[in-house]
């Protein structure tokens, strides 16, 4: 057994020597207290980078088919009043919503931007139309304009072109106009009323849209209830000189916002040039899934956005309004937060106590010997 701990001993691969023989130097006293220092930093270091997760990248194919897509948005247009402003939808599928009103909140500004008032009945009014004739069919134009009473005319010349017009009517056969909203010149006359109330004044509209997953473009027309409507009305000559598509986003993303997503166009500003015309962005969408250190996964998206404006002046005249045309790219990105093992960090641990020990070895070591030849010469005469 003594033989055997003999042997043992002979294998000791730290020899330790007398403290005797033992020199202790300022130099290398310097060195060891800035060795702790910079050992201390890096395992404060390496014990955060151990408790906090690290994001993994990973790019795939992406193969979903059938998902919908939510876009999210608040944008305000400091120059043109929520009744004049429509929100429109079209894909590459064929799919089409015009004058969209649910899951969108509007809220009139003023000329110093600040809101009048909030609603979430939808963007702009009742969708107008061209007035409807008596006889059943819509005002053409060089047709002349003779609205029906609905059921209340005394005679079958009698025409009702105003809303009080049909009031009086239905008064004279003793009838309650119940529902004001369902009469074509009422409709049209709010409509009107509406308009020369809001004019100066701006709009933001917030809410999110729900998709296709397929290529195409939402889109803010300023004036399309107007011009639809054939209205020929002269306080409201001003609107055919264009509409003003200053506008600014305070933010726009698609899907649900996750940790690190950056969407470029957040606060984005553009303010229209002296002429019209229609503003585009051209967005590529990037299908994202996120997951975080407890598994739970967030399916969103990210995009990149070019931008582009086109003059009013050309022919055809572009209609007015800000355009997102977006696509989507064949490829999903994967973040990932994942821990770090502990047997990886107490090797980190290990490896920066022995490498800040080594290097503090080999530069006190070569602080010391140069001390010692530097001192040997000047005892020899050649440094005075």
Same mark, same amino acid.
């Given at each position: ?19 005797? +023989? ?15 220092? @910079? ?11 151990? +408790?906090? !997760? *690290? ?59 600040? $809101? ?101 473009? +939402? ?9 639809? !409507?054939?209205?020929? $009305? ?33 606060? *984005?500003?553009?303010?229209?040039? *002296? ?10 969408? @990037? ?12 399916? !969103? ?20 309004? $800000?355009?997102? +045309? ?6 999903? @990105? ?16 290990? *490896? ?33």
């Amino acid at each position: 057994m003594e033989a055997f701990l003999q042997r043992l001993k002979g294998l000791d691969a730290y020899p330790k020597v007398n403290e005797d +023989f033992y020199k202790r130097t300022l130099s290398g006293g310097v060195v060891t207290v800035v060795a702790a220092v @910079v050992m201390l930093l890096l395992f404060i270091s390496e014990t955060r980078s151990y +408790f906090y !997760s *690290a994001t993994e990248t990973k790019l795939i194919v992406d193969t979903s088919r059938g998902e919908r897509l939510r876009v999210n948005f608040d944008i305000a247009f400091p120059s043109i009043p929520c009744t004049l402003l429509s929100v429109d939808s079209t894909d590459i599928s064929g799919e089409k919503h015009h004058d969209i009103r649910h899951d969108i909140e509007k809220r009139r500004l003023n000329s110093h931007g600040n $809101v009048i008032e909030a609603r979430k009945e939808g963007i702009g009014g009742a969708k107008i139309e061209r007035p409807l004739q008596k006889h059943g069919g819509r005002l053409d134009k060089g047709e002349q304009y003779c609205g029906t009473c609905y059921g209340a005319e005394e005679s079958d010349e009698q025409c009702c072109n105003s809303c009080e017009e049909v009031r009086e009517a239905y008064k004279k056969k003793g009838w309650a106009l119940t529902n004001p909203d369902l009469i074509d010149q009422c409709t049209r006359e709010d409509f009107v009323e509406r308009v020369k109330t809001q004019q100066g004044e701006g709009c933001s509209v917030h809410g999110f849209l729900d998709v296709s997953k397929v290529a195409g473009n +939402f889109h803010f027309a300023p004036g399309k209830g107007f011009y639809e !409507s054939n209205i020929d $009305v002269p306080e409201l000559s001003l609107l055919e000189g264009g509409f003003n598509i200053t506008h600014k986003i305070n933010k726009l993303s698609f899907g649900t916002d996750f940790p690190g997503v950056v969407n470029p166009l957040d606060g *984005a500003q553009w303010t229209q040039p *002296a002429s019209d015309g229609t503003y585009q962005y051209f967005i590529k969408v @990037v299908p994202t899934i996120y997951t975080d250190i407890r598994g739970n996964k967030i399916h !969103s998206n990210q995009f990149s956005v070019t931008e582009h404006f086109r003059d009013g002046n050309i022919r055809p005249k572009p209609q007015p309004g $800000v355009f997102f +045309f977006y696509d989507f790219s064949p490829i999903k @990105v994967i973040f990932a937060e994942e821990n770090r093992s502990l047997l990886h960090y107490l090797t980190n641990l290990c *490896a920066i106590v022995g490498g800040v020990f080594t290097v503090s070895g080999i530069i006190d070591s070569f602080i010391y010997h140069g001390q010692k030849a530097l001192k040997k010469k000047m005892e020899l005469g050649k440094y005075r």
